[in-house]
């Protein structure tokens, strides 16, 4: 599977932003997702991950009630929907698969995710 996030930007403290991800070929539903990023100088971290059938879902806890992990396997397609932001959110935001799944599982290692996007920037100001 090919991945293509979109979405990033500069947006100010406390606004909001949707990043997507595009996915090829005909078996996304296979594939168990997530959302990564990396600040500059830092490792690459999980911001939020989901299910083939985008039932389950976690959060870090950076994030957790300010950002929404969904999909939709019709568009093959994922999302993370954005509020609040804050300025530690300005990161490079990566979304990666996992193949062989199991149906009602998350990954949250980022060593079981073969597939990357090209990642998309997102930049907060304060």
């Known amino acids: 599977v090919q991945l293509q996030a979109s979405g990033g930007g500069l947006v100010q403290a406390g606004g909001s932003l949707r990043l997507s991800c595009a996915a090829s070929?005909?078996?996304?539903?296979?594939?168990?997702m997530g959302w990564f990023r990396q600040a500059p100088g830092k490792e690459r971290e999980l911001v939020a991950v989901?299910?083939?059938?985008?039932?389950?879902?976690y959060y870090a806890d950076s994030v957790k009630g300010r950002c929404t992990i969904s999909r939709d396997n019709a568009k093959n397609a994922m999302y993370l929907q954005m509020n609040n932001l804050k300025s530690d959110d300005t990161a490079v935001y990566y979304c990666?698969?996992?193949?062989?799944?199991?149906?009602?599982?998350?990954?949250?290692?980022?060593?079981?995710?073969?597939?990357w996007g090209q990642g998309t920037l997102v930049t907060v100001s304060s």
């Open positions: 990666a698969a996992r193949g062989n799944a199991i149906l009602s599982a998350y990954y949250l290692d980022l060593d079981r995710y073969a597939y």
């Open positions: 989901i299910n083939r059938g985008g039932g389950n879902t």
């Open positions: 070929g005909p078996t996304f539903s296979r594939y168990a």
